[in-house]
């Protein structure tokens, strides 16, 4: 079956404590992304990767890093977790599609993080 | 930065009845598409349609373009009470990059 799969689904943590939220998909991929859905604000791209070692900064990239060191997986860290990085996270791939350009995204079921 | 503008962003209607959806862009784009999302779920793509198309149909779902007014609109025809979920339309620009740009959303419910 494909999909995009992430863990944990649910996370509670401390302030500062350093986390990696994992994202796999098996669908062969090139594209990879991470959002956060925050109320009122939809949903924001953090960061993303158009193939294996290449990534780049989405709209809210500021406590978060990513690596893509192999092609199903595109993990999230948080280096020092604050409170404000509170939300609900999901990751997403897609590919070009036949058209060359479709990037029709398959979601992963989300991760519900809190920092106390 | 949000790209899409939904309208409404709640609507509730009646099983039976139609549903609209609308989406404003600001920007060109190569296509729109229309994401449904369960209450903290993943979304789903629902449909596509490219910048050069105008309408296109997927079962009880029918999309509008109008590029000259950067706008889009999604009906869901004889709705029911598992449509209740919120809406996203999402842009993809005219480089190749694969990023889309989410909408706010629309949250519908669909009364039994």
């Known amino acids: 079956e494909a999909q995009v799969t992430q863990n944990p689904r649910y996370l509670i943590t401390v302030t500062g404590k350093k986390l990696t939220v994992t994202c796999s998909q098996n669908?062969?991929?090139?594209?990879m992304s991470w959002y956060r859905q925050d109320p009122g604000l939809g949903l924001r791209q953090i960061y993303y990767s158009m193939n294996v070692e290449v990534t780049d900064k989405g709209d809210v990239p500021e406590g978060y890093k990513v690596s893509r060191k192999e092609k199903r997986n595109f993990p999230l860290i948080l280096e020092s977790p604050s409170p404000n990085q509170t939300s609900l996270y999901f990751c997403?791939?897609?590919?070009?599609?036949?058209?060359?350009?479709?990037?029709?995204?398959?979601f992963g079921p989300g991760t519900r993080l809190t920092v106390t | 930065s949000q790209q899409g503008e939904e309208d409404p962003q709640a609507l509730s209607i009646q099983e039976g009845e139609n549903a609209t959806m609308n989406c404003s862009y600001k920007?060109?784009?190569?296509?729109l598409q229309w994401y449904r999302q369960n209450s903290g779920r993943g979304l789903v793509h629902l449909i596509l349609?490219?910048?050069?198309?105008r309408e296109k149909h997927s079962g009880r779902l029918r999309v509008t373009l109008d590029t000259s007014k950067k706008s889009s609109s999604l009906l869901i025809t004889a709705s029911r009470a598992a449509d209740t979920a919120s809406y996203f339309c999402a842009t993809a620009g005219s480089g190749n990059t694969g990023k889309l740009i989410f909408g706010q959303g629309t949250t519908l419910q669909v009364k039994p």
């Open positions: 669908m062969n991929h090139e594209y």
């Open positions: 349609i490219r910048s050069n198309e």
């Open positions: 997403a791939s897609s590919s070009p599609g036949t058209s060359g350009r479709s990037y029709e995204q398959y």
């Open positions: 920007t060109s784009i190569n296509n």
